[in-house]
Nanobody
Framework: QVHLVESGGGLVQPGGSLRLSCAAS????????MVWYRQAPGKQREFVAT???????MYTDSVKGRFIVSRDNAKNMVYLQMNSLKPEDTAVYYC?????WGQGTQVTVSS
């Protein structure tokens, strides 16, 4: 059974940074791609970034140049480094693999 746990969210001022982490278990981590999504209040969940098993990366346009996704296969971890944060980045951030989702971590960008 796949289990995902996100952490690292919090309250940050505009222009600040946060690093989200997602710990995965119950899977052969190195053989799968990982995805980050987010869901803002009153909005649908949206794709943020993905990193394949071979390290190929894609971002949604709104975070390109500001967010960096990475993975550590030895630790079964995927990360999302978020820089130059904006109020519109406020959302619950989730990691995802196949049909499994974590509980999410809240990111609030506000002065």
């Amino acid at each position: 059974q796949v289990h995902l746990v996100e952490s690292g969210g919090g309250l940050v001022q505009p222009g600040g940074s946060l690093r989200l982490s997602c710990a995965a278990s119950g899977i052969i981590f190195s053989s799968i791609g990982m995805v980050w999504y987010r869901q803002a209040p009153g909005k649908q969940r949206e794709f943020v970034a993905t990193i394949t098993k071979s390290g190929q990366i894609m971002y949604t346009d709104s975070v390109k140049g500001r967010f960096i996704v990475s993975r550590d296969n030895a630790k079964n971890m995927v990360y999302l480094q978020m820089n130059s944060l904006k109020p519109e980045d406020t959302a619950v951030y989730y990691c995802n693999v196949e049909a499994a989702w974590g509980q999410g971590t809240q990111v609030t960008v506000s002065s």
